[in-house]
Nanobody, 119 residues
Framework: QGQLVESGGGLVQPGGSLRLSCAAS????????MGWYRQAPGKQRELVAG???????VYAHSVKGRFTISRDNAKNTLYLRMNNLKPEDTAVYYC?????????????WGQGTQVTVSS
């Protein structure tokens, strides 16, 4: 079994920055794709950014140029640097990963971390 734990959320003023982290632990042997999703009240969960094991990234149009996704494979940790935050970025942010425990493929979600952008 693998576990994903997010941290780094909080309250920030418009134009501010935050960095989210997602630490993967447990019986994980290999992590393939990882990503950040978010869900605002009354809205569906949406992909914010994704990254493959080789480093290829993808971003939602709304965050391109403001957010940067990265990963430290040695630490099994995923990051999301968020700059120039806007009120519409307010949401619960979730980490997602596709990984192996031994030879068994699996996927999982973190518990979420709240990001609130408000003056």
């Amino acid at each position: 079994q693998g576990q994903l734990v997010e941290s780094g959320g909080g309250l920030v003023q418009p134009g501010g920055s935050l960095r989210l982290s997602c630490a993967a632990s447990g019986s994980i042997t290999i992590i393939n794709e990882m990503g950040w999703y978010r869900q605002a009240p009354g809205k569906q969960r949406e992909l914010v950014a994704g990254i493959r094991s080789g480093g290829t990234t993808v971003y939602a149009h709304s965050v391109k140029g403001r957010f940067t996704i990265s990963r430290d494979n040695a630490k099994n940790t995923l990051y999301l640097r968020m700059n120039n935050l806007k009120p519409e970025d307010t949401a619960v942010y979730y980490c997602n990963a596709y990984y192996y425990t031994g030879y068994v493929p699996s996927s999982g979600w973190g518990q979420g971390t709240q990001v609130t952008v408000s003056s």
